[in-house]
């Protein structure tokens, strides 16, 4: 080690115990030193924050490697990394590129080293096959909770370049692993940056909920000290298949890409992004129908996923932490055909998404869900709402109440539930409802979030409903409780029971109060449980109080 190097561990060492985090807009590190921006509003941020190695090259398709340190360097902290290049993304989309794995910060202006403030890592969401929910700004929430915890945003791998598998020549989950390489940055050096690395709470939307719970079942339930609560927004249960099973994607992959040979993989490998991305759409399931809308995704490896999540949960193979997990009214509407007019379409929908469903219990779904309009049938779309409220709570809501009652199951009492009923006028106006994921927008404040809804901006409709999810959510990251720190006036959120199944309903106007989930719920969910053997979720049922078998009353959507 030179003397240079020497030096600079030394001063970095000493800068760790006594120097202000955002001091001269820099923060020095044993790796490096990064500088940031002061806002006006008491917040400071460091974005483009490199937390692992480009993975370009040899490093495509390869689990990701650490950075390298600059001896000193200080690294810019002012723009944004690129977004990583997304399923049937353009491959002149200026926007994103293949070095992609960066994260963001976003502070209060005057943490130093020892303030030791809770973190809130936020994981986006995208189906695994692009970042939906690019740049949001943590600012919001910094200032939702007095100033009192730290934000961290991060792109990870999607499509082929984070979920390819090749039998044993790539290690599998590679979007995933990105995350928990992330986390580990954190714990590395988000103490300089004045977070505490001992009180992380794992959050996301969607497919980031989704990865929520896969980073929580991870190697079996292994506690790695990475994180120690988690919120999620509308958990995503997909088709999941084994490492050998998923081969036909790489199969039409590479030979699309014109790498058909037993040296495909370094044919690939020295192909351009752009060449990638002219043939990165996906594939069918064998069998389906059609192309799901999201082809890729992760997979059974026998090492970080050992089992599909239902029955992760199911057995209790699941770090045991504090967790919010909660979805909205109209969870499927944004995913489904508007066009679609037959119980037929409906179906092939249902099939082309989880092509293991059988026509036996396609015809059960078609009896748990009539269809609401059948008055005006046939006609176009007149079962868009019926295939939406069917695959909403397939894929969302019952596995979210899966998931909460399995925390109890399993002895942990902090288990949350919620059910976001918002409307938003112009949603409403488009048939939406409530939709997937729409409570976003108020947890990060429409002011942080792109194309947020207008009526949730400052003396708009739903302006009342930000300060009080807010609220909540900045509570459960500072105290791993929702109610210590709640708005005055908001409703007390009791914990889950399999028993009672009270959840917090979030009303439009800003309301709150608790609901039981009703009968009707409880009866679709027991059943999709039921089945998750054929849709690939696989389960070991779990105690719920109300059976299927005998019980096929009609869903009278809201």
Not at 72 to 82: A, E, I, N, V
Not at 234 to 263: H, K, M, P, R
């Amino acid at each position: 080690m030179t003397n240079r190097a020497v030096r600079w561990l030394a001063i970095t060492a000493l800068c760790q115990l006594i120097c202000p985090a955002a001091a001269g807009l820099t923060v020095n590190t044993t790796c490096n030193a990064y500088t940031g921006v002061v806002g006006s509003d008491g917040t400071a941020q460091w974005l483009g924050i490199r937390y692992a190695a480009p993975p370009v090259g040899n490093l495509r398709f390869m689990p990701p490697q650490d950075t390298s340190c600059s001896d000193g360097l200080q690294l810019p902290g002012s723009t944004h990394g690129k977004l990583c290049l997304a399923t049937n993304g353009s491959p002149t989309d200026s926007n994103t590129s293949e070095d992609c794995l960066y994260l963001d910060l976003y502070t209060p202006a005057n943490v130093t080293s020892r303030s030791k403030l809770p973190v809130f890592f936020f994981i986006q969401g995208g189906g695994f096959n692009s970042l939906s929910n690019p740049n949001y700004n943590g600012r919001g929430l910094v200032i939702a909770s007095g100033h009192n915890i730290i934000v961290v945003t991060l792109n990870y791998r999607v499509g082929p370049y984070g979920f390819i598998t090749n039998g044993d020549k790539i290690t599998p989950n590679n979007g995933l692993l990105d995350q928990r390489k992330a986390l580990e940055w954190v714990h590395k050096y988000i103490s300089y940056f004045g977070g505490d690395p001992g009180h992380v709470v794992l959050g996301g939307d969607s497919a980031g909920a989704a990865s929520v719970s896969l980073q929580m079942a991870a190697y079996g339930g292994k506690d790695t000290d990475l994180f120690h609560a988690a919120a999620a927004e509308s958990v995503s249960f997909a088709t999941v298949l084994t490492v050998e099973e998923s081969q036909y994607q790489y199969d039409n992959f590479a030979i699309a890409a014109g790498c058909a040979g037993s040296d495909s993989l370094a044919c690939l490998r020295s192909k351009t992004a752009a060449e990638l991305q002219a043939v990165n759409k996906g594939s069918p399931y064998p069998g389906a129908p059609g192309s799901p809308i999201y082809p890729w995704n992760p997979v059974l490896d026998g090492d970080l996923i050992q089992n599909l999540t239902y029955d992760a949960f199911a057995d209790g193979n699941f770090v045991k932490i504090p967790l919010i997990v909660g979805d909205d009214t109209n969870e499927g509407t944004i995913f489904t055909p508007q066009s679609t007019a037959t119980i037929g379409a409906s179906d092939t929908f249902l099939k082309t998404q989880f092509p293991y469903l059988t026509l036996d219990q396609l015809s059960r779904i078609n009896t748990l869900y009539p269809n609401p309009n059948n008055a005006s049938c046939p006609s176009s779309g007149c079962y868009w709402r019926q295939v939406s409220n069917a695959y909403g709570d397939m894929r969302y809501t019952c596995p979210g109440l899966f998931i909460s009652s399995a925390m109890i199951e399993f002895d942990m009492p902090k288990s949350y539930s919620y059910r976001y009923n918002v409307e938003d006028p112009t949603q409403v106006a488009q048939g939406l409802g409530v939709p997937h994921t729409v409570e976003v927008n108020a947890i990060f404040g429409p002011n942080n979030v792109p194309g947020a809804p207008a009526s949730y901006f400052p003396n708009a409709t739903n302006a009342a409903i930000v300060p009080v999810i807010q609220a909540y959510w900045t509570s459960f990251i500072r105290s791993f409780d929702p109610n210590k720190y709640r708005l005055n006036g908001s409703a007390r959120w009791d914990v889950w029971s399999p028993d009672t199944q009270d959840r917090l309903l979030f009303e439009t106007g800003g309301n709150t109060k608790m609901e039981t989930v009703d009968d009707d719920m409880q009866s679709r969910c027991s059943y999709f449980h039921s089945i998750g053997v054929a849709v690939r979720h696989e389960i070991q049922q779990l105690r719920f109080p109300i059976e299927v078998e005998n019980n096929l009353e009609t869903y009278r959507p809201t």
